[in-house]
């Protein structure tokens, strides 16, 4: 699977947006980094975590497939509205795709902002919208069997 990386918005020859859906593990400290600037005086992150169980079943693992162009173009919008309703430094959302075991992070969204109120508004924001509206599709693999949750338009 291709890894692709889209700027939405660029400052002054700066990068603010860094979208990427990737089948590669995703890096944490790498992402924290990427929006750590010197006038980003708060980092709010979001990492989701493959656990291991749903509804009192045991998950043995999780899957991930997207509709990978609609899917990046619904990201750099969401990044976008969450530039222009809140004064952001940098925006970074990731997701992971394929099949992904406990513990492993399918997604991780950072965002830096001047103020701490701003990177947590945003941060939310950006998870809640992601869930409802990006065209990522997630099926749940147990010990007895497999459903396909999560499916958006």
């Not at 700027?7 to 700066?14: E, G, I, L, S």
């Not at 919008?77 to 075991?101: E, M, Q, Y």
Request: aromatic content about 8%.
């Amino acid at each position: 699977m291709q890894q692709v990386t889209l700027v939405a918005m660029q400052t002054n020859d700066r990068q603010v947006t860094n979208i990427k859906i990737t089948a590669d593990p995703l890096i944490a400290q790498s992402c924290i980094d990427w929006v750590t600037s010197a006038s980003a005086g708060g980092i709010d992150v979001f990492i989701g975590t493959v656990r291991d169980s749903t509804e009192g079943k045991r998950v043995v693992k999780l899957e991930f497939e997207a509709y990978e162009q609609m899917a990046e173009r619904e990201m750099n919008r969401i990044a976008a509205f969450a530039s222009a309703n809140w004064p952001l430094d940098r925006i970074l959302i990731h997701h992971r795709t394929g099949r992904l075991s406990i513990g492993e992070i399918p997604v991780i969204i950072a965002v830096s902002a001047a103020h701490r109120a701003a990177a947590f508004e945003a941060c939310r924001y950006a998870i809640d919208t992601l869930k409802q509206s990006v065209p990522i599709w997630k099926k749940e693999i147990f010990e007895d069997g497999e459903v396909w949750v999560a499916a958006h338009p």
